[in-house]
């Protein structure tokens, strides 16, 4: 089985972790608004919540150069520093929608440096904050943030910890981030809430740089019973052949072949050759044939011969030869029609299997070019083609691999020749008497 990589887990994570804008958009003014009392004394002027509703009605219909333009005039008239805060915010979560990282970052951290910003705010500025780094890469900045975020926070969340145990991942900090993501997960236990997906896959990509797979096996069972996905059946499957563990495996994928939700040529693959390594090799041979009848397979030298070696084994010789012969159109070398021979001379076809010998030769390349030739001797003895079987041999003797065995096959042809000359001269002086003085009278 292929075997999992941190550049998947990296990809997959980066994918789960990116900023969610329209459900940012969706609360940013309600908070704003809601929030303007919340911790604070200053009361919000009712021009000025007038003019973010206008504000907010423009970001719904994402006009966003329009809420920038109000936002940079309502900023121009001097607010005091609590409507400031709210028209920032704003700004921020603009630019974001507009991929203007940068400038959110920059605004954000603006906000932070107002030392009368409210907790609230500042929690929602540092939490918004944590995730722009981490878009941007900049892991080290995201772990300072998430410290500050941890330690502003108006009450521990899950989330907290899991941004400091992403940052320390990409910071390749693994023990330090399988340590904060554990406390996450134990939050929200006490809290009754589930793990989120994400946050598993954070964990088992930590475990992976651990190389504690089998702590990965029990993670990915517990994603597979929280959010059944094929691929997780696919991705348990490779920890399980990491582990060595074929039954498992196959419990796993072959479930999800007969469901028809295992398509990926590398899956179809894998589940032939573990058909094949725990003895049925009838349903490699079926599975192989259908993926490349349907295309799903690549009809190549690897796949051909894949097909061949589960007919072999399963004692289709018919169905074997067939495809080592069409595996033998792409191959460099005649090694696999050695095999057709092979094939042939189990089943006695001898002049088959000297005319595959002929092919194979013709390719060149063997891998064992002296047994190749005791086979050749063999399929012409069996022809009673005595003086060319001799001359296989006498070739095969010239690799020292060979060599005994090919001296015993002379011996023995030279014996058969013999015998076969005494045989065809008591059958002549049978048929044909000699007469007196000599003469031979038939």
């Known amino acids: ?88 915010f704003i700004e921020a979560y603009t630019h974001i929608n507009l991929s203007g990282h940068r400038q959110a970052i920059a605004i954000l951290r603006q906000i932070l440096s107002y030392d009368s910003t409210p907790q609230e705010l500042r929690q929602n500025t540092l939490n918004t904050l944590v995730q722009l780094y981490m878009v941007e890469e900049e892991h080290a900045l995201a772990l300072e943030t998430a410290d500050a975020l941890i330690e502003n926070a108006l009450a521990p969340e899950p989330k907290h910890a899991i941004f400091k145990g992403q940052a320390l991942y990409y910071l390749g900090r693994h023990r330090q981030a399988l340590a904060e993501i554990d406390r996450a997960l134990a939050l929200a236990r006490q809290m009754d809430q589930a793990p989120l997906e994400p946050w598993l896959l954070l964990k088992n990509a930590a475990l992976f740089e651990l190389e504690r797979i089998e702590d990965m096996v029990e993670v990915m069972r517990l994603l597979l019973a929280l959010y059944p996905k094929d691929r997780y059946i696919t991705n348990l499957s490779a920890l399980y052949s990491q582990l060595e563990m074929p039954e498992k495996q196959l419990a796993l994928l072959e479930p999800l072949y007969e469901q028809g939700g ?169 048929a044909c008497p000699r007469q007196p003085g000599g003469t031979v009278e038939c």
């Open 1 to 88: 089985m292929k075997r999992l990589t941190s550049q998947r887990f990296c990809n997959c994570l980066r994918r789960l972790f990116r900023l969610d804008r329209r459900l940012l958009a969706a609360c940013l003014l309600s908070t704003c608004i809601a929030g303007a009392h919340a911790d604070r004394p200053q009361v919000m002027r009712a021009k000025v919540i007038k003019q973010l509703q206008e504000i907010q009605t423009l970001f719904e219909q994402e006009q966003y150069s329009q809420v920038l333009a109000s936002t940079a005039k309502l900023r121009s008239t001097d607010l005091p520093e609590y409507e400031l805060w709210q028209v920032l």
């Open 262 to 430: 295992l398509t990926q040529a590398y899956h179809l693959v894998s589940l032939a050759n573990l058909y094949m390594a725990l003895g049925t090799p009838y349903k490699a041979g079926k599975l192989l044939q259908r993926s490349l009848q349907a295309e799903r397979i690549e009809e190549d030298f690897g796949n051909l011969e894949m097909l061949g070696k589960a007919w072999q084994l399963a004692a289709e010789h018919e169905r074997a030869i067939d495809a080592y012969n069409a595996a033998a159109d792409f191959g460099e070398d005649g090694d696999i029609l050695v095999r057709v021979a092979y094939l042939h001379i189990a089943r006695g076809d001898w002049q088959l299997a000297e005319s595959a010998l002929d092919r194979a030769f013709e390719k060149g390349e063997l891998s064992e070019p002296g047994n190749a030739y005791i086979l050749q001797g063999m399929a012409r003895f069996n022809q009673k083609n005595l003086p060319t079987a001799r001359r296989s041999f006498i070739q095969a003797a010239k690799f020292s691999p060979a060599q005994m065995h090919a001296q015993q096959w002379l011996q023995y042809v030279d014996n058969e020749s013999r015998s076969r000359r005494s045989l065809e001269e008591a059958i002549l002086q049978h």
